[in-house]
């Protein structure tokens, strides 16, 4: 079936890691997106990607790196300049405009 | 910086009433979207509006845009208990990348 597999769902990360959380889609979709979410909360953009090789930073980007080498995947890096990283994550997709279609979730707690 | 604001923060219904969230929003958009996410789960997609819509429906959800007043709403009808979760509306705008922006949500919660 088609959709966007996120892993780990659970990750528990020290003070200091970088940390990397795995976004793929077999949707074909050009469009990815990362956001997180805090306990309560809406949804904050952290990346988003058009088109292969190409990204640009959303609201909260600062303490986070993305890469776009292939159309399928999308991983979100988490580094240790990243003050405050538990929270929910959660990855999309979608052709270029309109429904985003999201992944399950991985939920980053730091020791 | 969040787009959209829901309005309440969260609603508490018994089950066969409707259920109405609103959703106000700052700058020009393409499209608005609603979404629904369940405890600790993925967001799903509900209903797009686009901005030269005023209504929609789908099922028991019916979705009016007032583009002069930034605002939109969402309707479910005769809810069920198997509607509880969290809703949120999005609009995406074109900012030399088409960026989707998603409000705090309205907590729904339908009492059987």
């Known amino acids: 079936d088609g959709g966007i597999t996120q892993s780990p769902k659970y990750l528990f990360r020290k003070e200091g890691q970088n940390v990397t959380l795995s976004c793929e889609q077999n949707?074909?979709?050009?469009?990815m997106y990362w956001y997180r979410q805090d306990p309560g909360q809406g949804l904050r953009l952290i990346y988003y990607s058009q088109i292969v090789n190409d990204f640009q930073k959303g609201d909260i980007a600062e303490g986070y790196s993305v890469s776009r080498e292939k159309k399928e995947s999308f991983p979100l890096t988490v580094t240790s300049a990243q003050k405050n990283p538990t929270a929910f994550y959660l990855c999309?997709?979608?052709?270029?405009?309109?429904?985003?279609?999201f992944g399950e979730g991985s939920r980053l707690t730091v020791l | 910086s969040q787009q959209g604001e829901e309005d309440p923060q969260a609603l508490s219904i018994q089950e066969g009433e409707n259920a109405t969230m609103n959703c106000s929003y700052k700058t020009s958009i393409n499209n608005l979207q609603w979404y629904r996410q369940n405890s600790g789960r993925g967001l799903v997609h509900l209903i797009l509006?686009?901005?030269?819509?005023r209504e929609k429906h789908s099922g028991r959800l019916r979705v009016t845009l007032d583009t002069s007043k930034k605002s939109s709403s969402l309707l479910i009808t005769a809810s069920r208990a198997a509607d509880t979760a969290s809703y949120f509306c999005?609009?995406?705008?074109?900012?030399?990348?088409?960026?989707?922006?998603f409000g705090a949500g309205t907590r729904l919660f339908v009492k059987a």
């Open positions: 999005a609009t995406e705008r074109n900012t030399g990348g088409f960026k989707t922006i």
């Open positions: 949707l074909n979709h050009d469009a």
């Open positions: 999309a997709s979608s052709v270029n405009t309109g429904e985003l279609f």
């Open positions: 509006i686009r901005s030269n819509e």
